[in-house]
């Protein structure tokens, strides 16, 4: 079935460790995205990619930093300039290209620090 | 800027009663609408879109929204409830490359 994969479902982090969460997406969509979801807050974007090799900040991205090397994979990772990491991470993908595709997304990988 | 408010924090509905979950959105043009819901711990599913034409459209698991435009909303409804609808709603807005989201509602179903 095709899907998105985040791994691991749960992390803990210690002080001043960079830590990476997987995404991986077998639907064959362009774009990817990761957000963070705190209680009350919804979602806010990270990151996000229309093509591989190519990203763009969201509204929150300091402190963190992603590749896309393969279309396929769009790793987060966590940087110890994060002050506050708590949080659940959801990863995102769409068609790009045409407006209004929806997005889908994965089960989210939920951090703590230790 | 676009933005998306989803006035209720939470709402309570006894099973097998109507309801109907509030979204405004702020955007220029006619806006793409979706609804997506989450359960605890997991990520969000899709429950229906707008696109264009039809101002009332149909999803899954029996609910289905309306678009108005003249209020700048596209509100949720179910004509009946069940214990497993309780679960987090988002209501978002897609303009580009951009999603933009609510703070979401939280849906309790009491028995």
């Known amino acids: 079935d095709g899907g998105i994969t985040q791994s691991p479902k749960y992390l803990f982090r210690k002080e001043g460790q960079n830590v990476t969460l997987s995404c991986e997406q077998n639907?064959?969509?362009?774009?990817m995205y990761w957000y963070r979801q705190d209680p009350g807050q919804g979602l806010r974007l990270i990151y996000y990619?229309?093509?591989?090799?190519?990203?763009q900040k969201g509204d929150i991205a300091e402190g963190y930093s992603v590749s896309r090397e393969k279309k396929e994979s769009f790793p987060l990772t966590v940087t110890s300039a994060q002050k506050n990491p708590t949080a659940f991470y959801l990863c995102?993908?769409?068609?790009?290209?045409?407006?209004?595709?929806?997005?889908?997304f994965g089960d989210g990988t939920r951090l703590s620090i230790l | 800027a676009q933005s998306v408010t989803q006035p209720d924090i939470h709402i309570t509905v006894s099973e097998g009663a109507s309801l109907e979950l509030r979204c405004n959105y702020s955007?220029?043009?006619?806006?793409?609408l979706f609804w997506y819901v989450q359960s605890p711990g997991q990520g969000l599913q899709l429950l229906l879109k707008?696109?264009?034409?039809?101002?009332l459209v149909q999803g899954i698991k029996g609910f289905e929204a309306e678009f108005k435009r003249s209020q700048s909303s596209f509100n949720l409804r179910k004509p009946s409830v069940h214990w497993s609808d309780a679960a987090e709603y988002f209501c978002?807005?897609?303009?580009?490359?951009?999603?933009?989201f609510g703070t979401g509602t939280s849906l309790t179903v009491i028995p």
């Open positions: 707008y696109f264009s034409g039809d101002t």
């Open positions: 639907l064959n969509h362009d774009a």
């Open positions: 990619s229309q093509i591989v090799n190519d990203f």
């Open positions: 978002a807005v897609n303009t580009g490359n951009q999603f933009y």
């Open positions: 955007y220029g043009a006619t806006p793409y």
């Open positions: 995102a993908s769409r068609w790009a290209g045409q407006e209004g595709q929806p997005q889908h």
